[in-house]
């Protein structure tokens, strides 16, 4: 039985702190927000070099953004000293040395003038569910629950090395106000993984990787132990993996590929605050077709909870956003902050590492769209191609919409059937538009997936999902 997250006692004590700094603020500035954050979370591992427990510093804790607005441009404070005391040096922080650092920039760098944000009435209260508290289960019960499934994992097959799992939860309490908004939100999302190993012709470990997530808790661990056997039986069968030939196939991606795809392919490169900055492909080619007519791709929180919240870190409420329709591209999404500068509406994708850092367009669930097709219909029509499955890694270049994604198995496909072939490991390459606009088919089921967390770059990390269909493409392999 679900039951819905508490909202933060944290949040709930800093409140009148938090109003009265608005307040004060509204009396200097005809813009001003404070957003306060209260973050939880803690990360469990074991495997054969032994147990790790730890926390997450990087997704910062309790701590507050303050933005003003002085009628041309922005600026931000963040800390974590929310009382009463504090409010003085805060306020003067912000009007005597934050605000007039504008008229400071090195020669060459001009000061850009910004509308006011817009600030209609808002207010919201929501909480994410779960079936089983983390911390109410405790890291013992935690840790003897992953060393069970390490044990059977390994009682699956004695050729396996090792089996590392991992489980690690977020708990997320945010709390945004400004002259019209009261938002305040809580979340809680679990992610884990199972990474096996063994070792091919005495020399060379292969490897095996599935990834697990969920806006809930600890009941996480359950849907992993099914998923055990299934694991096992695809690592031994890279000991017999081949390398494959390079060239263009046609290939039939499992859902989490075609996440992949879609959040490393496109999805970055529709992140509008790249728009901004003249780094994105797509800023030229909207309402241009760019993908197959049997392509929908959205970002949002609309059709999938994987990694969903309820409001961003400007205070936007978090939207749907129709990227793609039917090959054709409509849409990017993006912060506040960028929107204004292109002159479109924000879509609540402002999203921050931490409270001690930058708002970013980042994304959300983002996904493509179910089709028609079985997957039984989708491998009978391949003549000769591969199945493609196991992502682990890939690179976007919205710049030049170019693709390098690393698959860990291909499976061949020959006059319609599996031959049982295995390949291992898969570089997907190509051009983003060329792969898109040569998908033909696609399932009608639809799986959304992402165990972790997206940088921007190498770093900002934020809490993502990706996923979709199968779908078959050409695609080229190496």
Not at 328 to 351: E, V, W, Y
Not at 467 to 473: D, E, N, S, V, W
Request: some cysteine; aromatic content about 8%; overall charge negative.
């Amino acid at each position: 039985m679900k039951k819905k997250l508490e909202h933060s006692k944290f949040i709930a004590q800093k409140r009148p702190v938090a109003e009265k700094l608005l307040s004060d603020l509204l009396d200097i500035y005809p813009y001003a927000s404070v957003l306060v954050t209260d973050v939880e979370t803690m990360s469990y591992r074991i495997g054969k070099s032994g147990i790790q427990v730890s926390q997450n510093p990087r997704f910062g804790g309790k701590g507050m953004v303050v933005k003003v607005y002085d009628g041309v441009s922005y600026a931000e404070y963040s800390g974590n000293e929310i009382d009463f005391d504090a409010l003085p040096g805060i306020l003067d922080t912000i009007e005597n040395s934050l605000v007039p650092l504008k008229g400071k920039l090195p020669e060459g760098l001009l000061d850009s003038e910004y509308q006011q944000l817009s600030d209609t009435g808002t207010k919201l209260v929501k909480a994410s569910e779960y079936e089983i508290d983390p911390r109410e289960m405790g890291d013992e019960a935690i840790i003897k629950k992953l060393t069970a499934l390490r044990e059977f994992a390994l009682a699956q097959d004695e050729r396996l090395l090792d089996s590392i799992h991992s489980y690690q939860y977020q708990i997320n309490h945010k709390l945004f106000l400004s002259k019209n908004r009261d938002m305040e939100q809580s979340a809680m999302w679990g992610e884990g993984f199972i990474y096996m190993m063994v070792m091919k012709d005495g020399d060379e470990v292969k490897d095996y990787y599935k990834g697990f997530s969920v806006l809930g808790g600890a009941e996480l661990l359950d849907e992993m132990e099914q998923y055990i056997p299934e694991n096992a039986k695809k690592c031994v069968e890279l000991l017999n993996c081949e390398s494959i030939t390079p060239g263009t196939y046609t290939c039939i991606c499992t859902p989490e590929v075609t996440g992949m795809i879609v959040h490393e392919a496109f999805g970055h490169g529709v992140e509008m605050d790249m728009f901004v900055k003249d780094r994105a492909l797509a800023k030229n080619c909207m309402n241009t077709q760019v993908a197959s007519d049997l392509i929908t791709m959205r970002d949002g929180n609309s059709l999938s909870d994987v990694a969903t919240y309820f409001f961003d870190d400007e205070g936007t409420p978090s939207a749907d956003t129709v990227v793609i329709d039917k090959g054709i591209l409509k849409a990017g999404f993006s912060d506040a902050q960028s929107a204004m500068h292109l002159g479109t509406a924000p879509t609540g994708n402002g999203r921050r590492e931490s409270y001690e850092r930058k708002a970013y367009t980042r994304m959300t669930n983002t996904y493509f769209e179910a089709g028609t097709s079985s997957v039984e219909d989708m491998i009978a029509s391949v003549e000769y191609g591969m199945l493609l499955e196991a992502p682990s890694s890939g690179m976007e270049d919205p710049k030049n919409w170019g693709i390098q994604c690393m698959v860990n198995i291909a499976r061949e496909i020959k006059n319609g059937r599996l031959t049982g072939r295995v390949f291992s490991p898969i570089v997907l390459t190509g051009y983003v538009p060329d792969l898109l606009k040569s998908i033909s088919m696609i399932s009608d089921t639809v799986e959304h997936c992402g165990s972790g967390a997206c940088g921007k770059g190498y770093k900002e990390w934020v809490k993502v999902s990706d996923g979709g269909p199968y779908i078959k493409a050409q695609i080229r392999l190496g």
